[in-house]
């Protein structure tokens, strides 16, 4: 239930952002919704499809669906008054990203794949839906320009492989414990203007 | 028999759209295939994915590529004079349009998958191979910006789901009812020149 | 091993493709990975959805996830003196795309899938990872527009069905003698600057 309530404010959180990089550029009422769509669950679909694990979730679950259709229309709706919940909807995604790692790594374990590809697939569904949105609307993705964003995903992975095999915690607080580290190292980036050490100089 | 001609007029008239954006963009001849190929079947490649009907289609029935072959190289040799077939090519495409959308609505149905699902399915059928040719080709899909033709799926869809829930109609009469109310929204749509509502003021 | 080896070079050569492109769009550690990994898997990963081969072959096989990640690192270490190595990475470049290209025929030939699938896989496996990439760094695909890369596998395939219905000789030597042909076609393809027939005229 609660595991359920996160989720449903990581999607909203994301169509969101779907629905106001949409608007800015000028897209229709359907592009729009697609492009929320995608937002919220591309990452999961891709991860789905690589591994198999078809019809994809958002066709056997449709929660996705209304959730998504009802952000998209508050959102359109309140676009101009969006500044004002903007903290609220960075903490929504960043909770987002931290549940939707969870669920990655989850389903990983759960197809018996190596710990390296659960990480792979943690840091796919909380950042490839973005990843999406940005082909779409033709821009190259931003989290491959300048956010710590599947960084945070990735140390969250590795912290969860790390407890596993050190300590005997149940799998349920691991997931807790890692759902808050990609949360923390996401939260502490964009406080403490962290990013990747850059590769180019001057 | 019928619906097998149909389906390849559609497919010509998918493909040839393809190529002539393929050919604005100045593609070399393997660049005007593939984008050929990928608009008259990439919709339906997206949802035998997502459904996991793998092998998908056009791996199982040749004819899909034969016919994009062929279609390619006549619109690349008689591309200055395909003007003159604009209409009939629009009525193809409009044809294509309301036939995939049935098809996608069956293979959800045939997957056992809800209604809502199934409309989403055979709006993707009909219009994400455009959707990634625009990809490809480095534009923002134009069912994004602005035509009609996601929603004439999706009328098309929802009015399948209501009559099969109202009467006694059998499916194969559903389907052509279906079909021809995406081509008659379609139509209505570009002769009255309705678009959707524009969510930007001035 | 033999092969074994081929393959890990011709991945080391796509994913520092990858590396250079990235670098070129002044992406960060992050992304500079995915478009190396992308580049070196991509044309595979999407053979192996489209026919159903899930979870894709570097979930099962660790060895690409960490030749991709040596090769970044050295791509991004020594990029000043890759200029030295180009000869060898086109060399490796173009072994690669003719193993990936006997690779994609050997997995079709698996799936009972007809010659023509057989040879679209193929030329699938080598030149998709590149089409990928080019879409996440917002280009059109350059394998569309100007280099002989798929005839070179497309000539290899067929090659490798017309010796295989003409004569006695065992897959494992037919394998062989299409990765030579596609590799000949390539350096033939770049030594006389030979490239598709043009379809557009001054």
């Known amino acids: 239930m609660f595991l359920q309530i996160i989720d449903i404010l990581g ?53 996705f669906m209304y959730v998504i259709a009802g952000a ?38 759960l197809a018996d794949l190596h710990p390296i590809i659960c990480i792979a697939l943690g840091t796919m569904s909380a950042c490839f839906g973005g990843v999406i949105r940005d082909i779409l609307c033709n821009e190259i993705p931003v989290i491959f320009r300048k956010e710590i964003y599947a960084t945070a995903c990735i140390v969250g992975g590795i912290i969860f492989f790390m407890l596993e095999a050190l300590t005997n915690l149940s799998t349920d607080i691991l997931f807790l414990i890692v759902g808050l580290v990609v949360i923390a190292v996401r939260l502490a980036a964009v406080i403490f203007k962290i990013s990747l050490p850059t590769l180019y100089k001057g």
Chains 1, 2, 3 share one sequence.
């Not at 229309?73 to 939707?100: C, E, H, P, Q």
């Open 11 to 63: 999607t909203i959180a994301f169509a969101i952002s779907g629905v106001l990089v949409a608007l800015n550029k000028k897209l229709d009422p359907f592009g729009v919704f697609i492009i929320a769509f995608v937002t919220a669950v591309g990452g999961g679909t891709l991860r789905d499809v690589l591994i198999g694990q078809v019809p994809v979730f958002w066709m056997k679950n449709l929660t």
């Open 72 to 109: 998209t229309i508050f959102a359109v709706i309140f676009r101009n008054k969006l500044d004002k919940l903007r903290r609220s909807l960075f903490l929504f995604d960043t909770i987002g990203i931290g549940l939707y790692t969870v669920v990655g790594i989850e389903k990983g374990i």
